[in-house]
């Protein structure tokens, strides 16, 4: 299967990649999904949002998607990228989509000097298992959501 991975333009996932969307909100089942593009073409706009995706045969299967943080609030010289999602649909899982996803991220990070990237993972899941599985990632903090 010959997976190409490329940068991604905002008005190119929300063009291609609502369908995957809904899906990884289907999936992690966490909150009904409401995009705010505005923000995400705000956030493109400033140079500091990240996009790739996967495709097989120009079919996009799998994105990534992060926000570069230049200069932490509390660690002023922390240059960062938050992951924000990683998404590949079921049926290419195993491919090394998301490794190749996961290279194209760190790349781009490199690129901008920033130090680290977080890795969100949702409890319970495959994804969460890899990351803590492979040395190369540590895990940094656990968020617990309260519901008001």
Request: aromatic residues 10%; charged residues 25%; negative net charge.
């Amino acid at each position: 299967m010959d997976i190409q991975i490329d940068r991604m333009r905002c008005v190119d996932l929300q063009e291609q990649g609502t369908a995957l969307m809904e899906a990884n909100g289907a999936e992690t089942g966490m909150r009904e999904l409401d995009i705010d593009w505005g923000f995400f073409r705000a956030t493109e706009a400033s140079g500091n949002l990240l996009i790739f995706g996967a495709r097989v045969d120009e079919e996009l299967v799998g994105y990534v998607a992060g926000m570069f943080v230049a200069s932490h609030p509390q660690h002023r010289n922390w240059a960062m990228v938050q992951a924000e999602v990683l998404y590949v649909a079921p049926d290419f899982r195993g491919t090394g989509a998301t490794d190749r996803l996961m290279a194209a991220l760190s790349q781009a990070a490199r690129a901008l000097r920033a130090s680290s990237i977080l890795w969100g993972a949702k409890v319970g899941t495959g994804f969460e298992q890899v990351l803590d599985r492979r040395d190369r990632f540590r895990k940094f903090e656990v968020f617990y959501e309260q519901e008001l």
